[in-house]
């Protein structure tokens, strides 16, 4: 993930395509209306050397009435017209902002949702959370305050150094000669205070993973009666976050004392300099006027800036955040030379001498894996708990790729296939079941979204769901999910079932999917998996004897590796791990019938 390559400013420029032409305007506005500011000061000093102080101010006042009028109108329509155009420039870089935020966001959603399964193990929830909100505020933020309040600060600035220039260069020059320190001031606070900013964004990032997990994994916490340690840990996490933006805010104070009296030296050396010039007839005192009118217009930005380096520090440490996700790339992609198959594949599955190791794993999971899955054939997987069986299932459909070896699907390598075409053929009921918040119709739709209500039944029926589903009071409407209707554990791998059927997959892969159902329902279900009326290749990981028993193939891993491989009666011939399985279970089996 290279965001060192793409600067800051450059990646906000590209996503404010579209819209350059019209925040460049409201830029533009934003220059007008400040050096717009000066015009009051101008006709002041009009109206005081003129009809006040001047030496003529009597006879003005009585010659020249008209003239008094019109300055004293031209400025309030002025006025009027500023507050228009800080109006208009408002909405317009407002509008731009929420334009750029809606497309980074969009893009940002579209790359976390593309990306692949290593990407998930990498990042926390909370985290990515933290990007997509905060982080892209502070973005927005940037567009729509921190660039117009920089412009705003510098166009009022060289605006009013240029007008006190043009009406005394001497005195201008002694005001302005504190500008240098202040902005030596700031940039020391720059320093300081971007450490600063990167450190609140991580801890941000962990209050908000805190706050996740324990509303996601609430019902652990309550089950070991672990709310006070939770609350306790979350309290750590928001205490830190506050500590920090406390020392945030501190190094601003202790810098904000030497700005202000910078800052406020400026009228001081008017009063004195200008106070000496108008004794030597250098200086009007309209002209006095306009200086001193006018000196916020010197001290405002040099106080606006250490707010405005904050604001920046703050967009800078989340646009890294934010760019690191918009410029990441998902390692497993289509390759350009894909193969393009048929749309429906045979269903052939073939694992070639292959081993795989996670990426953030040291141990191999996967040792020289073997096997074939002819189509039609249901293939049963079985092993102990860790043994690396849902590992190996994840290859099928390209989750992970293997560290050695080749995953075939009808002959061709997984990793030259188009992966939309890929996963469309493959039915896939994980063994954590996720159900959407949605009906339960629309749950098991979730892949093909044009089934009719009848097929819906149909695969409800197929996975011994429709019983349980009838009686809801609400059927196949039921909103089930974070926010429906609680289900059992069987009843949801049963729609998951449901929802894996309902694609019509040439390969149904089934990780434990039955192993919180009952042996009764089970049996229906097995029965239905043979009855299918579609073409279907089954590889199916379970613990019971029951469901692997008739299988066309089982295989046996044990650390990963292939350590039996047959029907069943080859393997209980072979009376080896499958055999004491057998005896295992049906000994408990016999013995709970003789108690
Ligand atoms: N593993 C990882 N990273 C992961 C997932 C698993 O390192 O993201 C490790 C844990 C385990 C091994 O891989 O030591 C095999 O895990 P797998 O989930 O494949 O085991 P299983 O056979 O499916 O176990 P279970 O029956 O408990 O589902
Ligand atoms: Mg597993």
């Known amino acids: 993930m290279d965001t060192k390559k793409h600067s800051k400013m450059a990646w906000l420029w590209e996503n404010m395509k579209g819209y ?52 004293v109108i031209a400025m309030v329509g002025f006025t009027f017209l500023r507050t228009l155009i800080v109006y208009l420039v408002c909405m317009d870089v407002e509008h731009v902002s929420q334009k750029v935020l809606y497309r980074v966001r969009t893009h940002l959603f579209d790359k976390i949702e593309r990306q692949d399964m290593q ?55 002694a005001i302005l000669a504190i500008a240098p320190f202040i902005m030596i001031v700031i940039v020391l606070f720059r320093n300081q205070v971007a450490p600063r900013h990167k450190e609140l964004r991580e801890k941000l990032s962990l209050l908000n993973t805190a706050a996740q997990e324990n509303i996601s994994g609430n019902r652990v916490v309550k089950a070991f009666a672990r709310e006070e340690y939770e609350i306790n840990k979350f309290d750590k996490c928001s205490i830190e976050f506050s500590k920090t933006n406390k020392k945030t805010a501190l190094t601003w104070i202790t810098f904000f004392p030497y700005i202000e009296t910078f800052a406020n030296l400026m009228p001081i050396v008017l009063l004195v300099v200008g106070g000496l010039f108008i004794i030597n007839g250098q200086l009007t005192m309209g002209e ?81 894996i073997s096997f074939v899955a002819n189509p039609g054939e249901t293939v049963a997987i079985m092993g102990e708990t860790g043994c690396g069986k849902t590992s190996m299932i994840q290859l099928i459909p390209r989750f992970y790729e293997p560290t050695e070896g080749e995953v075939l699907v009808d002959g061709v390598n997984v990793c030259d296939m188009k992966l939309g075409q890929l996963r469309k053929n493959i039915g896939l009921a994980t063994q954590d079941v996720l159900l959407y918040s949605d009906t339960i119709d ?42 429906g209707v609680g289900l059992s554990g069987g009843q949801k791998q049963r729609i998951s079932l449901a929802r894996a059927l309902a694609v019509k997959p040439a ?32 590889l199916i990981i379970a613990q019971r004897i029951s469901t692997t028993k008739f299988a066309d193939k089982i295989l046996i891993i044990q650390d990963g590796r292939i350590t039996e491989s047959g029907t069943h009666d080859e393997l209980v011939a072979k009376k080896g791990y499958y055999y004491n399985l057998v005896q295992l279970q049906t000994g408990e089996t016999m013995e709970g019938g003789e108690a």
Request: some cysteine; proline content about 3%; overall charge negative.
């Open 288 to 368: 006095y006027v306009a200086f001193s009118g006018l000196i916020w217009a010197v001290q405002n930005p040099m106080r606006m800036l250490g707010n405005i380096m904050n604001e920046f520090q703050r967009f800078s440490a989340a646009s890294d955040k934010v760019m690191e996700i918009y410029y990441s790339e998902p390692k497993i992609v289509d390759k350009e030379d894909a193969v393009d198959m048929p749309n429906r594949f045979a269903g052939k599955v073939e694992f070639k001498n292959v081993s795989f190791q996670y990426e953030d794993g040291n141990l191999p999971v996967l040792h020289n």
């Open 119 to 173: 990407f998930y193990n990498t990042y926390r929830t909370g985290d990515l959370m933290t990007r997509v909100t905060g982080d892209l505020d502070a973005v927005r933020h940037m567009i729509a305050w921190v660039i117009r309040s920089i412009v705003e600060s510098f166009s009022l600035l060289v605006a009013t150094a240029a007008y006190f220039i043009y009406m005394d260069w001497r005195l201008a020059l």
């Open 20 to 71: 350059r032409v019209i925040y460049a305007i409201g830029i533009l506005g934003t220059i007008v209306y400040n050096v717009m500011q000066l015009t009051v000061p101008y006709f002041t000093q009009q109206i005081v050397d003129l009809f006040l102080t001047g030496e003529d101010a009597a006879t003005n006042i009585v010659t020249k009435r008209d003239l008094f009028f019109q300055l």
């Open 442 to 483: 629309g749950n098991i739709a979730y892949g093909d979204s044009s089934l009719t209500k009848e097929e819906v039944e149909k695969f409800a029926k197929y996975s011994a769901a429709a019983k349980f589903i009838t009686r809801m009071p609400e059927g196949y409407d039921t909103i089930v999910g974070e926010r």
């Open 507 to 538: 390969i149904l892969i089934l990780d434990d999917t039955t192993s919180a159902v009952d042996m009764e329902t089970e049996k229906q279900i097995q029965h239905s998996l043979k009855e299918l009326d579609f073409p279907c290749t089954k």
